[in-house]
């Protein structure tokens, strides 16, 4: 394996992690402030289909951003009424998204392109382009340091710098201000926050907030990366990310690498269909099912321990 | 004292629910150009309308009480199994092992060895998660989430490596022997002289599972385990403090749960495809959290949730070939039955028991 190859999967590295990186913050957010998600999966579908089907019809991909992020949040919002406001199950109401989200992007998508569920190709404008840093071309020549910097760190689209920026924030975010430690603390214990005085319901809905448009980010990349949506295309991400943010036990550092982790195990799973190690071959169905048997193993307690937040799952109910 | 009588928590509340989940369902229909009532008909017609249709819905009945009946056992117990679909596979790989293993004479000897067949791998996918809830504390929803994967994974590896007929190009086993053929019901029926569609997919399995809905009541409400699972559902420090072992009780209720799961494999896999194919169970072991949720967790719910959910899977296959709405329509209809049944429960709940009580003060006044 030559240094080129290794920057090739390192580069589908980033790409694949991309996605998953934004979703896992955004999973983050909810889950911190006591709200488990397992509905990740389908706002990043929703919003994939309808970045995919505004971007299609105006020709811009910043107008699909923001229809993908207005999606997600309508997700994110049906999602806090039935958890907060209803103080429902948010497990059931997760999975209930989940199946929302995979019948009616078809269903709507069906009824708008006439395609089987699919959104016309997207092309020119209608995608993310590449962002060449400066001198990517002028330094490519020097050996070693430039085909890294051209090849891995140039030449990404503009959610993905994003998605590497939304990491430093939402530490600062969650660790240097007054709103993420009201936010880290409802998570844990809302009654102690309700008693200092602030909303336990606001704070939540805030945190479905920002978890609706990082989930809107990360399927309108899905969207840009594929060139349309496709039926059922976030294929598992939304859980894979879940499983990162256990496996990064709820820090956004820690999902960062997590989430390339994971993105580099895919990258692999891509480009290789089976990894011989002398005379064992390891199938590619492992490769594929690595991420969760990690999760489990890592959930196990085996390798260091997985605590969630405390208040997680459970919705606020005021003593009377 | 209760804020409601009994029927209404039972009957009246997933009733409401239901008519909401149809009426946003049917919304759906009209906004996207659709008649609504025109495409109930062609559901009711499609799987009612003639054996076959009939045949088709009670196969997917089958399918439905099986994992329904599953997820409801683990919910008695206030554990929540979504790896019902990872259980399922399994249990198909379970019955089709059984199935391939020797050239069965008569399909009433098969069918008791797959059954033992689908519950024990079903049962054994589950065993994980469950010691993992009980000994390590690791959440059950998660885990068992990342068992469908892994089964997915898994039973493709079997199939594609081991089961697989070589040289073929579907990646599906080899089709089982005559002897592993279960009884339909034309041929079950053809002796009364009715005569049932000869291509309906449904099949003994059916009998199995009606059976395996009252002994799921035998189960909860009139035995001793039933009776610690439902202790330990309503509280576990009461339970603990009763001497009921926690550990003992989560790892039995999700290994009958994916006992459960395992057994519906004898319908799809045995019954209906007669070899393994890649993703034999098609969601059912998703909507068994549907069909669990809707019918309350009580056998005779979860009859009459399968029976509609059978519904709509096949009324609705119609109205993909005759109204060209597509299939995804049940997946929404079962997102939207999810939401209301299960998440937004007290939605409904909360106007009607202050409803009741507003009533009974004013007939105590």
Known sequence: MDYLTILQILDSTVRLATPLLLTCLAGLFSERAGIVDIGLEGKLLAAAFMSGAVAYVTGSIWLGLLAGVAASLAFSMLHGLASITFKGDQLISGVALNFLAAGLTVVIGQSWFALGGRTP???????????????????????????????????????????????????????????GLRLRAVGENPSAVDTAGVSVVRLRYLALVIAGVLCGL???????????????????????????LIFAKWRPWYALSATLLFGLLEAIGNRYQSIAIGDFVIPVQFMQALPYILTV??????????????????????ER | MQAMPKWADAVLIPLISILLAFFFSGLMIWAIGKDPVVAIQTMIQGAFGSTNGIGYTLYYTTNFIFTGLAIAVAYHARLFNIGGEGQVMLGGLGVA?????????????????????????????????????????????????????????????????????????????????????L??????????????????????????????????????????????????????????????????????????????????????????????????????????????????????????????????YQGGAELTFWEAIPRELIVVIQGLVIMFTGALDNMVRAPLEKLFLALRKTKEA
């Not at chain 1, 404008?125 to 910097?149: C, H, M, Q």
């Not at chain 1, 349309?228 to 976030?234: P, R």
């Not at chain 2, 309503?234 to 209720?253: D, H, L």
């Open chain 1, 297 to 318: 193993v890592i959930l196990a307690g085996f390798i260091g321990k997985a605590i969630p937040p405390r208040a997680g799952g459970t919705p606020y109910v005021k």
């Open chain 1, 218 to 244: 990360a399927g309108t990349y899905l969207a840009s990366l594929a060139a349309g949506f496709v039926k059922d295309m976030s294929a598992g991400r939304g859980y894979i990310a879940l499983a990162a």
């Open chain 2, 97 to 181: 092992l059984v199935c391939l293993a020797i050239d069965w004479p008569h399909w009433a000897l098969a069918l008791p060895a797959a059954m033992i067949g689908g519950a024990v791998f079903g049962a054994a996918w589950a065993f994980i998660p469950a010691y993992l809830q009980a000994k390590r504390g690791s959440h059950i929803v998660i885990t068992t989430m990342m068992f469908n994967f892994i089964a997915s994974a898994f039973v493709g590896y079997i199939l594609l490596n081991y089961l697989k007929v070589p040289g073929s190009m579907s990646t599906e086993s080899a089709g089982f022997s005559a002897g592993a053929h």
């Open chain 1, 121 to 179: 190709s997207l092309s020119g404008n209608g995608r993310f382009g590449e962002w060449n840093l400066p001198f990517s071309d002028a330094w490519s020549k020097i050996p070693v340091f430039g085909p890294t910097y051209n090849e891995l760190i140039s030449g990404h689209t503009a959610l993905t710098y994003i998605a590497i920026l939304a990491v430093p924030v939402s530490w600062w975010v969650l660790y240097r201000t007054r709103f």
């Open chain 2, 183 to 312: 009884p339909t019901f034309h041929e079950m029926l053809a002796p009364f002289g009715i005569n049932f569609s000869k291509n309906a997919p449904a099949n003994i399995s059916f009998l199995i599972a009606l059976l395996a809905a009252f002994g799921f009541w035998v189960l909860i409400w009139k035995t001793r385990l039933g009776y610690e699972i439902r202790s330990f559902g309503a509280s576990e420090t009461a339970a603990k403090y009763a001497g009921i072992n926690p550990v003992r009780i989560t790892i039995i209720a999700m290994m009958i749960s994916g006992a459960l799961c395992g057994l519906m494999a004898i319908n799809n896999v045995m019954g209906e495809a007669e070899r393994l194919i890649d993703n034999a169970p098609e969601g059912a072991g998703f909507i068994g959290i549907a069909v669990a949720l809707m019918g309350r967790n009580h056998p005779i719910g979860i009859v009459l949730a399968a029976l509609l959910f059978g519904f709509l």
